[in-house]
């Protein structure tokens, strides 16, 4: 009898730069320990009827997939245990999921995702299948993990963008607002602000108020117009808001009422609500950018491969030991990084926010201790 397993792995969710460098570390150490390897399409929709193709995966398939950004099995946010019908009701489809992995010959799912497409595999998992999860996502906010594939590179994307915005908002002496990703979770919005020395940092686990903002700005700027040639203080200012940040007395903003399989709205907008009141409220200029999907894009970043390439061999080891059921999870990111398995179980209806003790200066909106 061989001890050849076959197992199909998949990415869900927002697509993140990591991906394709855990699918070749895990079909790279997968061929190692006896592994061989399909790929699913576009998440949880990969196992769902009419079932779609499958893609062999072996070493020469995807020898050059650590260059390459997003993912190239495709992605969705497909919840196969909710997934709305024709009459608009959510319906469970998890049982043809479970027969299309016995259909598949599939001795393991290896799932890469955040909180949704890795809580439908601990799911899964209490259903019997076996299988192993990666952590992913640019929010950062994962429970039992320190690290996410994407994180690292949507902070070197945002960075730069928070720095390119000075020139247009120094020139013309304005405040520039810029608008971040990351759901419920400030990392993304705090790190990327430090990084690119932000004047102030609006995250969602510290409500703002617009009177303290607007008195920041005062501080910064004083009044417009006077004294410029004499005047050494500076012209302009860099507002980083996290698109789930809200006023104290204001709700977060949102693009549209809809929302996806797994109940989230699609948040988006509040930078432009702030610049409206900068402009109606203060005397100064404002302009805001919502920067979208773009901050998900792009090369992975030398950190996302290493992460993506130890996650991905980790959890082919995880696969050949039969220690499923589990999520690769990091103590430290690399070069400086331990991983270890934990159960998948473990990151189910929990994220991971910023500390505020630790990080957050409440009085300046900015980075403890390092402000601006
Ligand atoms: O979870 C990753 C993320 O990029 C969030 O930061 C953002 O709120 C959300 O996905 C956007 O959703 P979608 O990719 O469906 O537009």
């Given amino acids: 009898m061989s001890d050849q397993k076959k197992v199909g792995i998949l990415t869900g969710g927002g697509d993140a730069p990591g991906l394709n460098p855990a699918i070749k570390g895990f079909v790279y150490r997968g061929s190692e320990v006896g592994i061989s390897v399909v790929g699913l399409f576009d998440g949880w929709r990969g196992l769902m009827n009419p079932l779609p193709d499958v893609l062999p995966l072996d070493r020469e398939t995807v020898r050059r997939w650590d260059r390459d950004g997003g993912t190239n099995l495709g992605s969705s946010r497909t919840n196969p245990f909710k997934q709305l019908g024709e009459d608009g009701k959510p319906q469970d489809h998890s049982a043809e999921v479970l027969e299309n992995i016995k259909t598949l010959q599939l001795d393991a799912v290896v799932a890469c995702g955040g909180e949704d497409t890795l809580g439908v595999a601990a799911k899964l998992s209490q259903l019997g299948v076996p299988v192993v999860g990666v952590p992913k996502t640019i929010d950062k906010d994962l429970a039992a993990t320190d690290y996410t594939l994407g994180f690292d590179t949507a902070l070197r994307n945002v960075s730069e963008i928070i720095e390119r915005s000075r020139t247009p908002a120094g020139s013309h002496g304005w405040v520039q607002i810029v608008e971040v990703m990351g ?135 995880a696969v050949a030991s039969g220690d499923v059921g589990t999520m690769v999870s990091a103590r430290g990111v690399a070069p400086a990084c331990e991983l270890s398995l934990v159960d998948i179980g473990s990151i189910a209806g ?17 980075f403890k201790r390092i402000g601006m």
Avoid: C
């Avoid at 930078?271 to 203060?282: A, D, L, N």
């Avoid at 773009?294 to 082919?316: E, H, K, N, Y």
């Fill in 183 to 317: 759901r419920h979770a400030g990392h993304l919005a705090l790190w990327s602000g430090l990084a690119g020395q932000a004047h102030l940092i609006l995250i969602p686990e510290y409500p703002f108020r617009y009177e303290r903002v607007f008195r920041l700005l005062r501080d910064r700027l004083g009044e417009p117009g006077l004294s410029r040639g004499a005047s050494q203080r500076p012209r302009y200012a860099v507002i980083v808001v996290a698109e789930g940040a809200r006023a104290e007395d204001g709700e977060m903003v949102t693009i549209d009422d809809r929302h996806d399989p797994f109940g989230h709205v699609r948040l988006g907008g509040i930078g432009e609500v702030m610049s409206r009141k900068i402009m109606s409220e203060t005397p100064y200029e404002a302009r805001s950018v919502m920067l979208g999907h773009p901050q998900r894009g792009g090369t992975p970043s030398p950190v996302d491969r290493i992460m993506g390439l130890m996650f991905g061999a980790r959890a082919a080891e």
């Fill in 350 to 366: 929990k994220i991971q926010t910023v500390d505020i003790d630790r990080y957050y200066d409440t009085e300046r909106y900015h």
